[in-house]
């Protein structure tokens, strides 16, 4: 499974509208690409603060699911915003992390994921649960289940660099990206 099929595999089992925080780089572009959301928002040239992003917005709206799409490179570059959520432990958190080993955006230099267990890292955090998973199947059955239970979850998915198409550039400003995000949020813009 590539990043692009991992993101459209989650995109399509949503259940309902949850918020989405996306790292920078090809991660938001292929979310885009799978499905541009109002209730996505999209980190533009800020790698590694999609996780402090994500728990931002779960600790201020309690009563929505709140999802961080990241990469391993921009969790490596943010490794402390681990920590961060375990203690603070929002109960709407899912931190997906779609795992190439490799900086993606910028040309597949690797990271060193292939030798520091995230899930683990995250577990160690004090994340309520953590795992790995390899295959489309694992995905597919782990999704539900974090719906379902009380976080914050964290979920290491192992992708291949390969990928046949990057999706296309953020047509947002990040100005429009906030004020669309607001809006879902119910907050004022300004």
């Known amino acids: 499974m590539n990043r692009l099929e991992a993101i459209q595999c989650v995109v ?18 292929d979310s885009f690409y799978c499905a541009d959301r109002k209730e996505n928002f999209y980190l533009l040239g800020s790698m590694g603060l999609a996780s402090s992003v994500g728990v931002g917005v779960a600790l201020s709206r309690p009563d929505r699911r709140v999802l961080i799409f990241d990469g391993d490179g921009n969790i490596l570059m943010g490794f402390g915003n681990l920590a961060l959520i375990g203690a603070l432990k929002p109960s709407n958190l899912i931190h997906l992390v779609f795992d190439n080993e490799a ?13 520091v267990s995230l899930s683990e890292a995250a577990r160690a955090s004090g994340y309520l649960s953590a795992a790995l998973v390899t295959r489309r199947r694992e995905l597919l059955e782990v999704m539900p289940t974090l719906y379902r239970a009380p976080g914050p979850h964290f979920l290491q998915i192992k992708v291949s660099r390969d990928v046949p198409v990057t999706g296309p550039r953020i047509p947002y400003s990040a100005r429009e990206i906030k004020e669309r995000f607001m809006k879902v949020l119910g907050n004022r813009s300004d």
């Open 12 to 29: 399509d089992g949503l259940p309902g509208d949850e918020l989405i925080v996306h790292a920078n780089g090809v991660i938001s572009r």
């Open 103 to 115: 900086y993606g955006t910028t040309g597949n230099q690797p990271t060193l994921s292939a030798r």
